[in-house]
């Protein structure tokens, strides 16, 4: 399988607990995003790298979220001290090098519920 | 301020019809557009996309219409088939700055498509 894959599928913690997901996107792909989406909503950009380079945090992205890409191929989200308004799908995305023209495509998913 | 608009959360179509699924947005910055596909518990399958400098893209059975002036773009789904019942998000890609690109999407609407 050479899709975006992302681990876990699910997670549920309690409320205070820290979590990480981990995203493994295309190979030859250098973009990776994430992306949160809430029950009724769309996905919503959290973050971008280009290789091991964080360019951009949304405004979504409060201090407990960080995210990292150390060698700019995988890449972890960790959340820390979860809210019970960080329940959400989690969802990863990365395209190859290119123009503003190009798409991204997106693996399955992590969702996180916190009691 | 929502920048995409979807203003059907849902669609019914009888198998073998036309499925017309419609997206509005506001940002006249936005220059490449995207339909992505989402089954429940899975991430978004890209579909179809339409660059800014055209008006129409086809994919088999899928076809994209694009209409600048009036900041509107329509998928066409044509013979629509018990499998295209899924959740549907328009999404627009605009370059952000330092390199990065990110994808505003709709809130969805969900096609039934009735056998």
């Known amino acids: 399988d050479t899709g975006v894959s992302q681990n876990p599928r699910h997670k549920i913690t309690k409320r205070g607990q820290n979590v990480t997901f981990r995203c493994d996107p295309i190979?030859?792909?250098?973009?990776l995003y994430w992306y949160r989406q809430t029950l009724g909503q769309g996905p919503e950009f959290l973050t971008y790298?280009?290789?091991?380079?964080?360019?951009?945090k949304s405004r979504l992205l409060s201090d407990r979220f960080s995210a990292e890409r150390p060698k700019g191929s995988f890449s972890t989200l960790e959340i820390q001290r979860t809210e019970q308004g960080d329940s959400a799908m989690y969802l990863c995305?990365?395209?190859?090098?290119?123009?503003?023209?190009?798409?991204?495509?997106f693996g399955p998913g992590t969702r996180l519920l916190v009691l | 301020d929502q920048q995409v608009k979807q203003n059907s959360p849902s669609l019914s179509v009888q198998e073998g019809r036309i499925s017309i699924l419609n997206c509005d947005y506001t940002n006249s910055m936005f220059d490449y557009f995207l339909w992505y596909k989402k089954y429940p518990a899975e991430g978004p399958t890209f579909l179809i996309s339409i660059s800014s400098i055209k008006d129409k893209n086809e994919d088999g059975r899928f076809t994209v219409f694009l209409n600048k002036s009036a900041k509107h773009l329509s998928l066409h789904i044509v013979p629509s088939q018990p499998g295209d019942s899924a959740v549907y998000f328009c999404?627009?890609?605009?370059?952000?700055?330092?390199?990065?690109?990110?994808?505003?999407f709709g809130k969805g609407t969900k096609l039934s498509v009735i056998p």
């Open positions: 995305a990365s395209s190859p090098r290119g123009d503003s023209r190009e798409t991204q495509y």
């Open positions: 999404a627009a890609n605009t370059y952000s700055g330092a390199g990065s690109y990110q994808l505003t």
């Open positions: 790298f280009q290789n091991e380079a964080q360019l951009e």
């Open positions: 190979s030859e792909h250098n973009r």
